[in-house]
T-cell receptor, first 113, second 116 residues
Framework: DSGVTQTPKHLITATGQRVTLRCSPRSGDLSVYWYQQSLDQGLQFLIQYYNGEERAKGNILERFSAQQFPDLHSELNLSSLELGDSALYFC????????????FGAGTRLSVL | AQTVTQSQPEMSVQEAETVTLSCTYDTSESDYYLFWYKQPPSRQMILVIRQEAYKQQNATENRFSVNFQKAAKSFSLKISDSQLGDAAMYFCAYRSADNYGQNFVFGPGTRLSVLP
């Protein structure tokens, strides 16, 4: 167990809908990262937050947004969902903004029908 | 932009034998980190081993070791005494060490099968 908690484990929804994925980092970790793993794109970095502030942005669509709350948990919001958004979404956390190891959660599997 | 290449989509190894997974990367940076992550059927991403680019000594974790060739930009993973539980997807990943290089860049992965 990495100590990173992601909910829900599975999510099934329809095209055009909006969903929220939640991540609780390991105790003491200030950074949260979001990744998307799809069959055709591999594992892609989406966005990072450090202590409530956006730190780095990767291949995140405009339909997606994230935030990190004062208690350091993070939420990834996906809106106007398309079939191609079906993927495994991982959250990872690390102690600081850069040099330490990232620990991954178990992921949320999103199926858009 | 950095890229990570894993040229072996699939590999297989006999139980108790040794296997080496290849990874090459492209970067113009001098300070960075390299990682091998394992993703078993449970889909959990598990850190296997980490290497800092400024360290010449190859990292080792029990049965897992790397061959880090900085000049060649090569970072292979050797698994000794392979076990059935080693069967998984293995991802090589690069991360810049500068303040703003927070992104992980992952390779496409190598699926390792362990044959009994």
């Amino acid at each position: 167990d990495s100590g990173v908690t992601q909910t829900p484990k599975h999510l099934i929804t329809a095209t055009g809908q909006r969903v929220t994925l939640r991540c609780s980092p390991r105790s003491g970790d200030l950074s949260v990262y979001w990744y998307q793993q799809s069959l055709d794109q591999g594992l892609q970095f989406l966005i990072q937050y450090y202590n409530g502030e956006e730190r780095a942005k990767g291949n995140i669509l405009e339909r997606f947004s994230a935030q990190q709350f004062p208690d350091l948990h993070s939420e990834l919001n996906l809106s106007s969902l398309e079939l191609g958004d079906s993927a495994l979404y991982f959250c990872a956390s690390s102690v600081d903004w850069g040099r330490t190891i990232q620990y991954f959660g178990a992921g949320t599997r999103l199926s858009v029908l | 932009a950095q890229t990570v290449t894993q040229s072996q989509p699939e590999m297989s190894v006999q139980e108790a034998e040794t296997v080496t997974l290849s990874c090459t990367y492209d970067t113009s940076e001098s300070d960075y980190y390299l990682f091998w992550y394992k993703q078993p059927p449970s889909r959990q991403m598990i850190l296997v081993i980490r290497q800092e680019a400024y360290k010449q000594q190859n990292a080792t974790e029990n049965r897992f070791s790397v061959n880090f060739q900085k000049a060649a930009k090569s970072f292979s993973l050797k698994i000794s005494d392979s076990q059935l539980g080693d069967a998984a997807m293995y991802f090589c990943a690069y991360r810049s060490a500068d303040n703003y290089g927070q992104n992980f860049v992952f390779g496409p992965g190598t699926r390792l099968s362990v044959l009994p």
